[in-house]
């Protein structure tokens, strides 16, 4: 059974960083994709930053320059570096693995959440 487990997160001032970590376990493979969401409250989860097991890289609008993601495919674990942090960063994030399960099929597997909370 394959578990997603985050750490990182926490309460910083505008302009700091944080840097929240995700292992994955239960799987003998690299997920294709592997990423993090963010749901603040009151909003949709949205998808902030995610990679490919060959290392393509995308972003939202609003964190680029500002986060970096990375992975460590020998590990199943993925990371997200979060600088200049402002107050709407706040939102638990929530990792995300996903891998291709047939045609047309994928497999989606979700960390508990950590919350990232900016004070201004």
């Known amino acids: 059974q394959v578990q997603l487990v985050e750490s990182g997160g926490g309460l910083v001032q505008a302009g700091g960083s944080l840097r929240l970590s995700c292992a994955a376990s239960?799987?003998?493979?690299?997920?294709?994709?592997m990423g993090w969401y963010r749901q603040a409250l009151g909003n949709k989860r949205e998808l902030v930053a995610r990679i490919s097991s060959d290392g393509n890289i995308g972003y939202t609008d609003t964190v680029k320059g500002r986060f970096t993601i990375a992975r460590d495919n020998a590990k199943n674990t993925v990371y997200l570096q979060m600088n200049s942090l402002k107050p709407e960063d706040t939102a638990v994030y929530y990792c995300?693995?996903?891998?291709?399960?047939?045609?047309?099929?994928?497999?989606?597997?979700w960390g508990q959440g950590t919350q990232v909370a900016v004070s201004s």
């Open positions: 239960g799987s003998d493979f690299s997920f294709k994709y």
């Open positions: 995300n693995a996903r891998h291709p399960c047939g045609m047309g099929c994928w497999s989606d597997y």
